[in-house]
């Protein structure tokens, strides 16, 4: 058996979690890799380095088994990445409870599925790394269109500070990954819902939606196997960060958001700290 960490990749049928297990494997990394798809997966390798799953990540139960088959064929689990999810344009107003919470049960409790189920095997033996796969729409709300979405990954985001804290006293370390665009299958009909019942009023949500499936779509910047890179690189390091960005963009809009805010901040100063008795 390798000495290399043993990584489990959720979302791996495709996009960037399938780039990421290509570059591991090529790497002499031991890799389980889940998805719904087990026959994509299969095409990936066939190695014994190479573990594919079927799993549902919305089924505790299914997640539990997934992670023990892991540790059953390589012996332990060293790195888990949360990447299973997708996304959801529409204004809040014409998404329904259903659209909404969908995206929620994926995104946010699928995660929080993982989490539960892997934490114990890295509690035991007082390693691990989680890295959550979030967005720069987890991080800056200025998406017309995307609030369910971003409110899934402000949510992915929220968690995630609190379990590094949590998780840290046990040798554990959690990475938010925060992309921009990235040139995968995100922005396809496969990987972004639509709302079943639009409303014609929100012109600027059906601009910001045609933009993205049909202009920005196949021409983002962001190479998926230098992120891919990315996560191998911070996996190895001593102290990896808390939040990663990634792309040139994501950097930007965060600088952006961070000086709004504390100009906002600075303006209404007054207003917030002279609120105490």
């Not at 139960?61 to 996304?87: C, E, I, M, Q, W």
């Not at 994926?106 to 967005?135: C, D, E, W």
């Not at 709300?141 to 949590?166: H, Q, W």
Request: charged content about 20%; aromatic content about 10%.
């Amino acid at each position: 058996m390798s000495n290399k960490k043993v990584w489990f990749v959720t979302g791996a049928s495709k996009g960037l979690g399938r780039d990421l297990v290509r570059k591991l494997l090529a790497a002499g990394y031991p890799v389980a890799a889940t998805s719904r798809n087990l026959d994509e997966l299969r095409k990936i390798d066939t190695s014994d380095n190479f573990l594919p799953l079927t799993m549902q990540v919305n089924d505790e139960t299914s997640v539990a088994k997934a992670l023990a088959d892991t540790v059953a064929h390589f012996g332990r689990v060293d790195v888990v990445v949360n990447n299973a999810g997708y996304g959801i344009v529409g204004s809040l107003e014409e998404l329904t409870d259903q659209e909404a919470r969908a995206n929620f049960d994926i995104n946010v409790f699928g995660t929080l599925n993982v989490v539960r189920k892997a934490m114990p095997y890295f509690r035991a033996q007082h390693s691990g790394h989680i890295f959550n796969v979030s967005s720069i729409a987890g991080f800056t709300g200025n998406f017309p269109g995307f609030g369910i979405y971003c409110a899934t990954k402000f949510a992915v985001d929220g968690l995630s500070e609190s379990l590094a804290a949590e998780a840290k006293p046990f040798g554990i370390h959690v990475t938010i990954v925060s992309p921009g665009y990235f040139r995968t299958d995100f922005l396809t009909t496969t990987s972004l819902a639509v709302p079943a019942n639009p409303i014609a009023d929100y012109t600027a949500v059906r601009e910001a939606q045609d933009v993205h499936l049909n202009q920005i779509n196949h021409n983002q910047a962001g190479d998926p196997e230098k992120a891919a890179d990315a996560f191998i690189r911070v996996s190895e390091v001593e102290n990896p960060p808390v939040h990663l960005f990634l792309g040139e963009d994501a950097y930007q809009l965060v600088h952006a958001k961070i000086d709004a805010i504390k100009g906002e901040l600075e303006t209404w100063k007054e207003t917030t700290v002279n609120t105490g008795f």
